[in-house]
RNA sequence: GCCCUAGUGGCGGAAUUGGUAGACGCGCUCGACUCAAAAUCGAGUGCCGAAAGGCGUGGGGGUUCGAUUCCCUCCUGGGGUACCA
């Protein structure tokens, strides 16, 4: 009888069901193994072929080792939150739940039918507010927690917290100038719990921070880059625009380190590691500050109006810089403005002196002050006295310097100036100087302040540390050995100096680049590889070559990365050096690469020259020695850079996650945990509120709480749900914890992680994000969620092309339109459209023409084309239409088509191609060919193939080996149906093996077979085929080889069936060795032999060797490397009786002649080589 | 450009550590069964050649007794990423 798959199926699916045949639960003293698929969004569209490949071969790993005796943790669930499902709600106004729901409705019935042994009683779905609590609760730890860099971890908020009403943040290695000032135990405890949030928030995992956003109007969102494609939206592909936006983060620079170095510890593939490596792009440099060469250092940001064209540099200026002084009182304004915006970044002098003589250290008050129109360095108001700190610059700004002196003077100040190098080398003497000098002094305060007002005072005390970043730009660089070379600078037109740097000679050029940028689309700015940049008129200061270098803004420096500026160097740069091309800037060789003829500007190799201190040194040993010197001089410091950008974590749309978050006074505050899970509210409409906010927003009764206060109205993105959801599976139910701590430490981390390479970089970097976040603060006790990764290959669909003669009409037809779209179609083979080529776009007067000359198959082909031309011209109406020879092609349903001939009835029930007049022109062998070519499989190109389709022509059990028998899991490839029927042949003949027969007489259904197997003892040559398949299978199974599983299995069934095995004591065994391939056919065979429980829950046999040892092998001779003979020899011959058994083989003889062989090579149980 | 990955018969692919290249399946050819078809079973099938033999794993070169496998170089397809300093 033949295996009757639809019956079989139906009657598995449904006990598997009834016993719970794959329910899992904590087995402690079962060793446990957690094999995942990735998360799956449920699409309308439902699963393609494609989907289930992964989920197949996941199954067979799952269902392998619990016959191997382990606890085998393998659920499935839904990444239920999605724009699709919102999308179609703004559409159509069907509610995202209801969309989704439906989806995945689909999705598990399509899922069923191939016989997964999903345990779904742990099904979790992202959008259940049962999931989604626990997504907000871990969204409250982050926000809850910093990252600790001395500790290298995070911590609860509250341990910054107490430090700072301790310590303040004072000489704290972790405060960053830029994001908030200085201050004190004392001044941190006096403020307000506003002041207080607002600079904790700069230290949160989860944070808020304003920052430009890719911005889509028409879809009322905020996109990720990856989102974006070309400009613009990746759905729906509308323009995208920048928008500065206050939105959530994840602090996930914080964790760049241990993404990359833990990397190094799973056993991911190369190609998967490289990608998160290079995503997290480490790069080790310098950030090196380089001074700008004119007064507007020490104006600090004077608008350029009030520079006269400095385009000269400034040592060729001369008396231009007397006028600079003029204007003082708006200068004072502007300079306030500026030393608001830009108190940060003092020079490594500046601020090791002030550390020594801050607090009054020295016994005088120092601070920084705004002094006419100067911000110094550091005065003493009481004393009068002014310090200042000069950098190599000075030597450039001497004149500037001692007008600025002067000036002071006049107000009273004593000026006294230091050298960089004697803070750095003499701090000591430098300090007694200052001491006395104050002491010194007497007291002048009332005529030192006599030309200031109050306002001037507080707002510029005590904070204006430093002197803005004008004075000096920092750039970063991972060369610094080229340092000599460098020659000039550039910064990124979005720099936010560009303004203060650009000279009133150069504003209109300036100006005039930077609108040619902003109308460029990122589609230009990636095609051309133009050389654009205009000069800003300003100089900074090489600090080793001591030359002044003109600085330019060019669309090739980003804003984004590093600081945004980089020091030139076109002798070992590629886009420096076409930039110094174009605009005629010097270029210093500094690396001779003449030892290294295949070396590329670039390459980290060569001997340095015109490069001071470095001459003659290999640029590996430069690098080295100048980062010392950089940092010796103080004039830069050693600096890692990543690409990895902080993560995006607001998403201004409906269907996603609420944040647990409200403002008060428009600061964030958690939501308490017993309030949790925050629901989703419902809303009248899902179109976004227009205002930027998301549709949640229109909903003002849950936005707007009776206290005052409002809720946050942006959801949680993608990856929310989707970058902690393996841990739920440990735990699902569980409504106290996200998981309980037992549960998590048994299961511990995903052991099998399987899924597409799209996910490589978003996914799989979050949830390692998540996970080390919530390693950190002990609630999971692995470091690494996914220990093992696979990707699987994408399965490609291949489509269909039918072919039909074009609709080109020439102008003097004066047939109607629309008698002409009623003409009927004629589709023509694609082997005659190749055969046609040469004609293509010819009239069919001229090839009428040259009829005669034509060769026979474009004659022959012609005909035909002309007979169904004139089948239609025989219609008066539609007389004329045709006049060019011209193919166009349709995509066709890959349904209709066999190899490449199109099903003619089956193409007859496509009315979007088919019409009941149209006609064909058949090829010689009486068919239309269709053109056939390898692409993505989508609804689109109409390449898609349903496994419900596939699995009810052939059964799941051939689906599922089908899928595996394609190829290499992890390699793309296209679906040729071609080779099931082998497959299927296979589960026939196997079925066959068994012999079964029905018990019940036909037509009384299905319950029980008999089965015909001998009870005889087996073979050795049975038990040698038995155990090498038991051998192929469990190793390739372990390698994930599964193609070549199914090779095996139908190697050993061929070998079986040679030698009429019918024996229970092979086949028996077999069978649980089939079982995770086949789980239908093996169960129901099992169940036939007699078995009671499933043959899921048996043990896989036992590998023995001894029944593959052999006596002798047949030895493949080689001669020279050529096979020539084949010599069966005993496998414990020593190599004297195996030589002269060899030599004296006849066959051999024709070879050596009888001569004594150079050499015998002799691999035992494996080859033999003669060499004559 | 850079990184990753692949390239083997008519097709999908196998060869796990340098050891008989093309397993297994599809397709094709021939045969058996059949009135016939389907299904099933049997034989054959890398290319050239009548044969001996030669050639053959994208191309070229190298290492080796022996290379699909290792090295150098070039070409092509697929994926990722990109003015990343």
């Known amino acids: 009888m033949d295996f009757d798959f639809k019956e079989v199926e139906k009657k ?232 500065k936006m206050r939105q959530w983060f994840l602090r996930i620079t914080e964790y760049a380190d241990r993404l990359l170095s833990g990397l190094d510890t799973l056993d991911w593939s190369d190609a998967m590691k490289d990608m998160q490596r290079n995503w997290i792009g480490r790069s080790e440099g310098a950030l090196v500050q ?63 002196l002030w550390q020594e003589i801050r607090n009054e250290k020295l016994g005088f008050k120092f601070r920084r002050h705004l002094i006419d129109k100067y911000i110094v360095d550091f005065v003493c108001l009481f004393k009068g006295l002014i310090i200042e700190v000069d950098g190599d610059i000075h030597e450039f700004t001497k004149e500037e310097d001692a007008i600025r002196t002067l000036v002071l003077n006049q107000h009273g100040f004593t000026v006294i100036r230091f050298a960089n190098n004697e803070v750095f080398n003499d701090l000591q003497n430098v300090l007694e100087k200052i001491k006395a000098t104050a002491t010194e002094l007497n007291e002048r305060i009332d005529s030192a302040l006599s030309g200031l007002s109050d306002n001037q005072e507080v707002a510029v005390s005590p904070l204006s540390f430093g002197e803005g970043q004008v004075r000096k730009i920092p750039v970063f660089t991972t060369r610094p050995d080229t340092i000599f070379g460098a020659t000039f600078m550039v910064i990124a037109p979005e720099h936010e100096l560009v303004t203060s740097l650009t000279t009133a000679g150069q504003q209109k050029e300036i100006d005039d680049y930077i609108a040619y940028v902003k109308s460029r689309t990122d589609v230009e700015r990636q095609q051309e590889k133009k050389v654009t940049g205009a000069f800003t008129g300003s100089y900074a200061v090489n600090p080793f070559t001591n030359t002044e270098i003109p600085i330019y803004i060019a669309e090739y420096v980003l804003a984004g990365y590093g600081t945004g500026a980089i020091m030139a160097v076109p002798a070992d740069d590629e886009r420096d050096r076409k930039f110094a091309e174009k605009f005629g800037l010097p270029i210093i060789e500094v690396i001779d690469k003449s030892a290294h003829p295949n070396a590329e500007i670039g390459d980290k190799v060569g001997t340095m020259i015109n490069s001071g201190m470095l001459n003659g040194k290999e640029v590996k040993d430069a690098i080295k020695l100048i980062l010392d010197e950089i940092e010796k001089q103080g004039i830069g410091k050693r600096k890692v850079n990543y690409r ?188 005659i459209c190749k055969t046609l080529k040469p004609l293509l776009g010819k009239s069919f007067k001229e090839i009428e023409g040259q009829f005669d000359l034509l060769p026979d198959d474009l004659k022959d082909c012609i005909s035909k084309v002309y007979s169904a031309i004139n089948e239609i011209g025989n219609v008066p109406e539609f007389m004329g239409a045709f006049d060019i020879l011209d193919f166009t092609s349709r995509y066709v349903e890959v349904s209709v088509v066999d190899g490449d001939a199109l099903n003619i009835d089956g193409f007859k029930s496509l009315p979007r191609l088919w019409t009941e007049n149209s006609l064909f022109v058949y090829d010689s062998n009486g068919e239309i060919t269709c053109e056939r070519a390898v692409e993505k499989m989508s609804k689109s190109k109409y390449n898609v193939v349903n496994p419900d389709d596939v699995i009810e022509k052939y059964g799941a059990d051939c689906f599922r080996m089908f899928e595996m028998f394609l190829g290499p899991l992890d390699q793309s490839k296209p679906w040729d149906q071609q080779g099931i029927d082998g497959v299927g042949k296979f589960i026939r003949r196997f079925w066959r093996l068994f012999g079964p027969t029905q018990t019940l007489p036909e037509g009384e259904g299905f319950n029980a077979i008999k089965l015909n197997l001998s009870d005889e003892k087996a073979s050795p040559a049975e038990l040698k085929i038995l155990h090498k398949t038991i051998k192929k299978i469990a190793d390739d199974i372990e390698r994930l080889s599964f193609n070549t599983c199914v090779s095996q299995f139908m190697i050993c069934l061929n070998e079986l069936n040679d030698l009429k095995c019918t024996k229970r004591e092979i086949l028996e065994p077999l069978l649980i060795v089939l079982a995770p391939f086949a789980p239908f056919l093996t169960e129901e065979l099992w169940q036939a032999l007699g078995n009671t429980g499933s043959i899921h829950k048996a043990a896989f046999p036992k590998f023995e060797e001894k029944y593959l040892v052999e006596s002798a092998f047949t030895y493949p001779v080689s001669i020279n490397g050529k096979v020539r003979a084949e010599i069966p020899l005993a496998l414990d011959l020593d190599e004297a009786a195996m030589k002269a058994a060899v030599l004296s083989n006849e066959n051999i003889q024709k070879w050596t002649n009888g001569s004594e062989p150079k050499k015998f090579i002799f691999v035992k149980g494996r080859i033999i080589n003669v060499v004559v």
């Open 12 to 243: 598995w699916r449904k006990e598997w069901e009834d016993k719970e045949v794959y329910k899992v639960t904590e087995a402690p003293n079962l060793p446990k193994y957690y094999v995942l698929d990735m998360f799956p969004y449920p699409s309308g569209a439902g699963l393609h072929v494609g989907h289930p490949l992964g989920y197949v071969a996941s199954d067979i790993y799952a269902r392998y080792k619990r016959l191997k005796g382990f606890n085998v943790l393998h659920p499935m669930g839904y990444d239920a939150f999605g724009l699709p499902a919102e999308q179609y709600a703004i559409e159509t106004g069907t509610p995202p739940q209801v969309t989704t729901d439906k989806a995945i409705k689909t999705y598990r019935g399509q899922l069923d039918k191939i016989g997964f042994s999903f345990d779904w009683s742990r099904q979790v779905k992202t959008c259940e507010p049962e999931y989604y609590k626990w997504t907000q609760w871990i969204f409250l730890q982050l926000f809850d927690s910093w990252y600790d860099r001395a500790n290298n971890r995070a911590e609860n908020i509250f341990t910054l917290d107490s430090y700072f009403a301790e310590n303040g943040c004072i000489n704290w290695p972790q405060h960053d100038k830029d994001d908030h000032a200085e201050f004190t135990d004392v001044e941190w405890n006096n403020f307000s719990v506003e002041e207080k949030q607002k600079i904790l928030m700069h230290y949160r995992i989860a944070y808020q921070s304003y920052s430009e956003v890719n911005w889509c109007e028409a879809l009322g969102t905020v996109l990720a880059n990856d989102e974006v494609k070309d400009g613009k939206s990746e759905r729906g592909g509308y323009p995208v625009e920048r928008r």
């Open 290 to 352: 380089f001074h700008l060469s004119q007064t507007l250092s020490k104006g600090e940001g004077i608008s350029s109006q009030y520079i006269l064209t400095p385009d000269p540099s400034p040592s060729e200026r001369g008396a231009e810089q007397v006028r600079f002084m003029t204007g003082a009182k708006e200068v004072s304004v502007k300079n306030l403005e500026h030393a608001k915006q830009h108190r940060k970044e003092p020079t490594e002098a500046e601020e090791k």
């Open 644 to 831: 990895l950008r902080d993560a995006g974590y607001s998403r201004q749309r409906y269907w996603g996650e609420p944040f647990p978050i409200v403002y008060k006074n428009d600061i964030p505050y958690p939501l308490p945990v017993g309030e949790l899970p925050l629901r989703l509210p419902e809303v009248d409409s899902y179109k976004p509120s227009g205002d930027g906010r998301s549709p949640i927003a229109n909903n003002k009764a849950w936005v707007n709480l009776p206290d005052g206060s409002q809720r946050e109205t942006d959801t949680m993105p993608g990856y929310a749900g989707s970058s902690w959801y393996f841990l739920r599976y440990m735990d699902p139910h569980n409504d106290k914890e996200f998981a309980a701590k037992d549960k998590l430490k048994y299961w511990q981390s995903v052991d099998l992680y399987l899924g597409g390479n799209e996910h490589a970089v978003g996914h799989l970097l979050y949830a390692r994000l998540w996970h080390k976040f919530l390693y950190d603060m002990g609630y999971v006790p692995t470091d690494e969620p996914f220990k093992k990764l696979i990707n699987q290959g994408m399965i490609q669909g291949v489509s269909a092309w039918v072919y039909r003669l074009s609709d080109i009409i020439i102008s003097s037809t004066e047939t109607p339109q629309s008698t002409l779209e009623k003409r009927p179609q004629i589709f023509v083979s694609y082997e």
